[in-house]
C-alpha cells in the first residue's frame, strides 16, 4: 500500500456526503492520491472506483467555478503583511464567516504582483508590515493610485483611530483591529465587500 495513504484507512465516509467532500481540498488531494495508486483500495465503503468519481465530480466542480463562475465561487482576500500566527487568525477568522480563499503577501513587491495577476475582492493591509517593519500606508496608497487596481476594496488592520482615518482619507474602506476579529461590526464591514 502507498505510505501516504497509511493514516487514511481509518477514514469512514457519509456516501450522502460526496459533493461536499469533493468541494473540499482536504478531498480532492487525498482522492488524487487514491486514483495515483492504481491498486484497489478502499476508504471505508468507497472503492477505488468511487474515489475516482468523486475526485472527478471534485474538478467539474472546480471547474465551473473557474470557468463559468457563480454561486459555487468564492471570494478572494490577500492579507498583506501580516505574522504567521496573525495570519493564520485572519483566515479562521474569515472563513469562519465567509466563503474565501486567503492569499498572503508579505510586502509591496509580492502584494502588487498578486494583485496584478489575480482578481482579488478585498485587501487586508497590516498597519506595520511584518518583514521589515516598514508602513502599511505605503501599500494602499500604491493601490489607490494604480489606474489598474485603484477600484479593489482595501481595509487597514489596525487598533488606531487615526490611523483608521489616515487610511479612509486614501481610499480605504474603515477596517477593523485584531482585538475586533470577533467583533460583529468587523463582521458587518467584511460582509458588505464579501457577500
Not at 465561487?73 to 469562519?96: E, F, Q, T, W, Y
Not at 495577476?117 to 489607490?144: A, F, P
Not at 482615518?165 to 486614501?170: I, K, N
Request: glycine share 6%.
Amino acid at each position: 500500500m502507498n505510505a501516504e495513504l497509511q493514516g487514511a484507512r481509518e477514514v469512514h465516509l457519509n456516501p450522502n456526503r460526496e459533493v461536499e467532500f469533493a468541494k473540499n481540498e482536504f478531498w480532492i488531494a487525498f482522492w488524487k492520491l487514491v486514483a495515483r495508486t492504481g491498486s484497489r483500495y478502499q476508504v471505508g465503503n468507497y472503492s477505488q472506483n468511487r474515489c475516482i468519481g468523486i475526485l472527478c465530480l471534485a474538478v467539474v466542480m472546480q471547474r465551473s467555478e473557474t470557468e463559468i463562475g457563480g454561486a459555487m465561487s468564492s471570494r478572494k482576500v490577500l492579507d498583506v503583511g501580516n505574522c504567521a500566527p496573525d495570519h493564520a487568525a485572519i483566515c479562521r477568522m474569515l472563513k469562519a464567516g465567509f466563503d474565501v480563499e486567503v492569499l498572503q503577501a508579505h510586502g509591496v513587491t509580492d502584494a502588487l504582483d498578486i494583485l496584478r495577476s489575480t482578481t482579488v475582492d478585498l485587501v487586508l493591509i497590516n498597519r506595520k508590515l511584518d518583514r521589515d517593519y516598514s508602513d502599511g500606508i505605503e501599500v494602499l496608497k500604491l493601490i489607490k493610485t494604480d489606474e489598474d487596481l485603484q477600484d479593489t476594496p482595501v481595509m487597514l488592520i489596525t487598533n488606531y483611530a487615526e490611523h483608521q482615518q489616515a487610511a479612509v482619507s486614501l481610499g480605504a474602506l474603515p477596517g477593523f483591529g485584531k482585538l475586533e476579529f470577533s467583533s460583529p461590526t468587523t463582521q458587518e464591514k467584511l460582509a458588505a465587500v464579501l457577500n
